[in-house]
């Protein structure tokens, strides 16, 4: 089992900066692709940022390139998502997911909120 809980969320203007953590606990969390993920009011769970297991390979969604930034800091069991130049539309649910590849989730953390002010 690996649990995972995030923070940072909160509500920041057009053009600000926030900072996603998600703390992970349980199994070994260095052997987990690490990936978030958001969900906007109406809408379906998109994919934002993925990092692999050493942090050296990463993927964007076409909406967080050049913005945002995803790491990991294996000895503190620690993903984190930096996300600059923020925008309206990136007013969702943030959550954190780890598993074997993107888009084999085995678990998810309870999601922080990101509410961008126009």
């Known amino acids: 089992q690996v649990q995972l809980v995030e923070s940072g969320g909160g509500l920041v203007q057009a053009g600000g900066s926030l900072r996603l953590s998600c703390a992970a606990s349980?199994?070994?969390?260095?052997?987990?692709?690490m990936t978030w993920f958001r969900q906007a009011p109406g809408k379906e769970r998109e994919f934002v940022a993925t990092?692999?297991?050493?942090?050296?390979?990463?993927n964007y969604a076409d909406s967080a390139k050049g913005r945002f930034t995803i790491s990991r800091d294996n000895a503190k069991n620690t993903v984190y998502l930096q996300m600059n130049s923020l925008k309206p539309e990136d007013t969702a649910v943030y959550y954190c997911?780890?598993?074997?590849?993107?888009?084999?989730?085995?678990?998810w953390g309870q999601g922080t909120q990101v509410t961008v002010s126009s």
């Open positions: 990092i692999n297991w050493s942090g050296g390979s990463t």
């Open positions: 349980g199994r070994a969390f260095s052997s987990n692709v």
């Open positions: 997911a780890a598993g074997l590849t993107p888009s084999l989730i085995q678990y």
